[in-house]
């Protein structure tokens, strides 16, 4: 490494490394801004550091931070996935940069550290499902450190986090997670009425129909282009875009298999002509179905606070949100009769473990309704 003047009388550090990937020797620089010794010694530091990239120098494994190693997982990580779900996620990775400081280096975090840090999250009364949130993206940051060679072994497939004690209270809110019809119907009612004294509230009403009657995630609703989705005759809407409400524009959906054609009933085509002339009689186009005052989709909080009161006044003590009539079609489809895996096509869910649980609670609820009808029954 040497010093170079430059023509225009500014001085610069050289080297001469052989080129990794051509194999031919070539130079490198930096530009020194001052000819103080301070400024020499940043611009030597930042010409090592640039052979290093070109070399791409591995540092030994002791040297590696846990900070270091999150930040380049995540680069690598957010160029994968829709901005949406990075955004959504900023929650957990605040958690584990707060839980594993930046300068902790990566191979002294062992099985018991990690195993002390998801006990303590339970202990701090962070829910299963939070908690396994952070867990698949610890396994994530790990698993990126393996392949790039800074630890021999990923702890975290040695992590198992406590079993879920089920509390009354919890299996309650388990069987809460949709409306039977006769509850659809009280809060559709309850709608109807409200509709009388404020013509806005037409709006959820046809909303919840149509999520109910459909199963759509709210943001596939939203997403929905008339023009282009729809065939309005048949009866049939293509599903293939998520509404993305923080950038404001379409973006592929959830997962492959939320890509589909669906059928749909007479009502729900109804209601969305309905909304569609009551947008274009306010001034709007048809890119959207259920939009608001500046012609884009209502948001999703909007809705929910809407169904939450409306919920309310119907008597309704269960929580009520967008996807609460997601999960109501699937009961719908169940006590139906309609197979499993064909409700799993419908609503686009990939893994049956939302599905199933719905389906196994209508099924055994059917059975002893089932049971007490038989009951009723006179043989002799």
Partial sequence: ?????????????????????????????????????????????????????????????????????????????????????????????????????????????????????????????????????????????????????????????NIEIPKEILTPEKLHKKKTKFLDKQEFQLFIQNLKEETYCDYRVKRYLRIAIVLYMTGMRYGELSGINPETDID??????????????????????????????????????????EQLVENIRNGFGTDYIFINTKGLPITPGRVIGAMKRHGKKAGIEKNITTHTFRHSHISLLAEMGIPLRAIMERVGHSDSKTTLEIYNHVTVQMTLDLSNKLDKVKVF
């Fill in 232 to 273: 309005f005759e048949n009866r049939k809407i293509h599903i293939r875009y998520n509404y993305d409400f923080r950038s404001k524009e379409r973006t592929i959906p959830k997962t492959m298999t939320s890509d589909r054609t669906i059928d749909v009933p007479k009502i729900v085509i109804t209601l969305i002509k």
């Fill in 1 to 157: 490494m040497w010093i170079e003047k430059q023509n225009n009388g500014k001085l610069r550090y050289v080297e001469r490394i052989k080129d990794p990937y051509t194999g031919k020797r070539r130079r490198v620089y930096e530009q020194i801004e001052k000819n103080t010794p301070q400024a020499k010694k940043k611009a030597a530091v930042a010409l090592q550091m640039q052979i290093n990239d070109i070399l791409n120098t591995k540092p030994t494994n002791d040297e590696i931070t846990f900070g270091q190693v999150y930040k380049d997982f995540y680069e690598e990580w957010a160029l994968g996935v829709k901005k949406s779900t990075v955004y959504s996620t900023t929650h957990i990775d605040k958690l584990i940069c707060e839980k594993i400081p930046a300068d902790y280096k990566i191979v002294k975090i062992d099985r018991r550290f990690l195993q002390k840090l998801f006990n303590q999250l339970l202990v701090d009364g962070r829910s299963h499902n939070y908690v396994k949130k952070v867990k698949w993206k610890l396994n994530q940051i790990f698993k990126y450190a393996l392949r790039m060679d800074y630890i021999s072994t990923n702890e975290m497939i």
